[in-house]
């Protein structure tokens, strides 16, 4: 009979915390950051800072969004805050996804239920869909803020599982792994949210020609399903292998950078090519390397209303600015063309990186229906802008209606390390 109290007063406790954590952002905002003092409306900007990526919602009011309409320098302190703390919750994503859990005999199914709720990963078991047999085995798992991809896979190592890669974006799927199949432990490298493991070496002699021949090292790369990378890139340079002698191999085109399509995918592969060592050289003893991942932060949404007299409506947040160029008749549709720029980059609108074009664009009619898009396409591509312009099928006209853009506000690139070691040649 205590419990629904008890329930209660959690619920008042977390909403007086979210009420207290917004009416802090508030009088620092509306209050503070007005005053005529400049140090105090600096203290203010550092106080905002200080509470964190929790406050990135709290700043996402209309009362706010009306402040910052009225005083560009109040908007300019806010864009500020948010393009750093944008960048603190992408670093903090980038991180792995940490899995505490103890048990004894616990079915698999709730183990692998427990990992993903515990990192934001869904995993789902496959089996059945491959015509292997399903079952349950228990465990005893003893995780203490074990990294995600280390707990899984010692969890699969045990139930004789593995993760089948083909699966699609956003989630991991386990199937069995064959009595062929080696265990997942020991083989592989982590960084972060990331897991790397050699899956073939591939030797070639080319018997026309003088040189070495070819040494090719795959190396698949898994991350978490919660992230979404926008590219990987792996320069050669980068890509260091030894032998059981500690001598280096010889890297082939070390100006060639790998980018492998990472669209819709929870792994790709790496293919790094080396000359031929002799055939004296039994095994690469060690193969490091360093991946570049660039991954989207916080995503925004941008609402434009007025749109028969809407032009060159230019809305930004952090590191972004949309802009709406026009909403014009085009035969039976209508055309609203839109600017989507970015302050900082790393190459992530260069033009085979489409990822830009599957961000929601939509109307949202009188009665809040949401209207999807017939189409777009691009007109407009410099170094740090796109132009798109996506088509609507309006029966009633314009009138009532509000266009919606939604875009990552900032996009971090950071580094992420592997090494391999004991690799066999063939």
Known sequence: MVIAPLLIVTTLLTAQLEDTLASQVDRLVRRQMRSLVAAERDAAE???????????????????????????????????????????????????????????????????????????????????????????????????????????????????LTVYGFAGAKKIAVVGRGEMTRPREGRASYDGPFRFDATTLHAARDLRRKDAGTLQVTVHCDWESRLSPIALTHAMSDAVALDEDGETLIVQQPDAVLEPTVTNKTSTDFVLSFDLPPRSKKRISSLRGTVYALVPGRVETFEFDKLEEAKNIEKSRAGVVVTLDTVRRNNELWEVRVRIRYDKVDGALDSHRGWIYRNPAYMVDADGKEIKNFGSESFRRTKNEVGIAYFFSLDAGLAGHKFVYKTPASLLKFPVKYELKGLDLP
Do not use: C, Y
């Open 46 to 160: 550092a106080a905002l800072l200080q509470l964190g990526p929790a406050v990135l919602d709290a700043l996402d009011t209309p009362r706010i969004a009306s402040l910052e309409k009225r005083e560009p320098a109040i908007k300019k302190r806010l864009d500020r805050v948010r393009m750093t703390l944008q960048k603190q919750q992408a670093a903090a994503s980038v991180r792995a996804s940490l899995i505490t859990l103890r048990g004894k005999e616990m079915p698999l199914s709730e183990i692998l239920a427990a990992l993903g709720k515990q990192s934001g990963n869904e995993i789902v078991d496959a089996r059945d869909g491959f015509g292997q047999k399903v079952t349950d085995p228990k465990l005893d798992v003893t995780f203490d803020k074990t990294p995600f991809w280390q707990a899984l896979d010692h969890v699969l190592d045990r139930a004789e």
